[in-house]
């Protein structure tokens, strides 16, 4: 069985700032853990994904995320907003090996103040 | 390159009326899925196809069906729409090759408001 929480359905942050989106998940095997991005009426496309190695994972945009296995997160930051972030973005995790089911938050909503 | 392509984009249906939502993908990937997207509750899987020939229900398949038609197609079909399926539907595929671990990609999504 495997989950994702998302704390914070709306965050808003001021241009230039920090952003910072939480993501905590469970799962009873290894996980894959992905950031995908929704811009208003679109499809949701990839940020970034933690499979295995390196828990610092870079992404497109100039964003990134930290795999903390003794903290079961994997929160999304950005050092600087832009106003094009504002955006929906949904923390998602998987089993590894093979095929897995893939499980999505219910997202968070970051809205870009100028 | 298309990616995943869905049809139709919008759809209004009466209660009760039918209709099928086709998806075909261009990536040669083994699996497909569809899910629903509803204000506050993220994204939910309707069914999925791990590979061509199978299908399995995710977690809200009831009032739904589906057909894996070839490598390429799956499509999502209501037999009788209820005011309860008005959401935004996704079909997506992913496949765990190289460096595909598993992502999906994802169509722009499919409109149905049920009247």
């Known amino acids: 069985a495997q989950s994702v929480t998302q704390l914070g359905s709306h965050v808003s942050v001021s241009e230039g700032a920090l952003v910072l989106l939480r993501c905590n998940y469970s799962?009873?095997?290894?996980?894959?853990l992905f950031w995908y991005v929704q811009y208003p009426n679109q499809g949701l496309q990839l940020l970034l994904k933690y499979t295995t190695g390196a828990t610092l994972v870079k992404g497109i945009n100039g964003f990134e995320a930290e795999f903390k296995k003794s903290e079961t997160s994997f929160h999304l930051t950005k050092p600087s907003a832009h106003m094009s972030d504002a955006a929906e973005y949904f923390c998602a995790v998987s089993g590894s090996g093979g095929y897995q089911k893939v499980t999505f938050g219910t997202g968070t909503k970051l809205q870009v103040i100028p | 390159n298309a990616g995943v392509t869905q049809t139709p984009k919008f759809q209004v249906l009466k209660t009760g009326q039918s209709m099928t939502l086709q998806c075909a993908q261009d990536?040669?990937?083994?699996?497909m899925y569809w899910y629903r997207q509803d204000p506050g509750m993220g994204l939910r899987l309707i069914y999925y196809s791990a590979s061509e020939g199978t299908t399995d229900k995710g977690e809200v398949p009831n009032g739904y069906n589906v057909s894996r038609l070839n490598k390429r197609e799956f499509s999502l079909r209501l037999e009788s729409a209820a005011p309860s399926q008005t959401s935004v539907y996704f079909c997506?595929?992913?496949?765990?090759?190289?460096?595909?671990?598993?992502?999906?990609?994802f169509g722009e999504g499919s409109r149905l408001t049920v009247l």
């Open positions: 799962s009873s095997v290894p996980p894959y």
């Open positions: 990536m040669n990937h083994n699996s």
């Open positions: 997506a595929s992913s496949d765990i090759t190289g460096t595909n671990t598993g992502e999906l990609f």
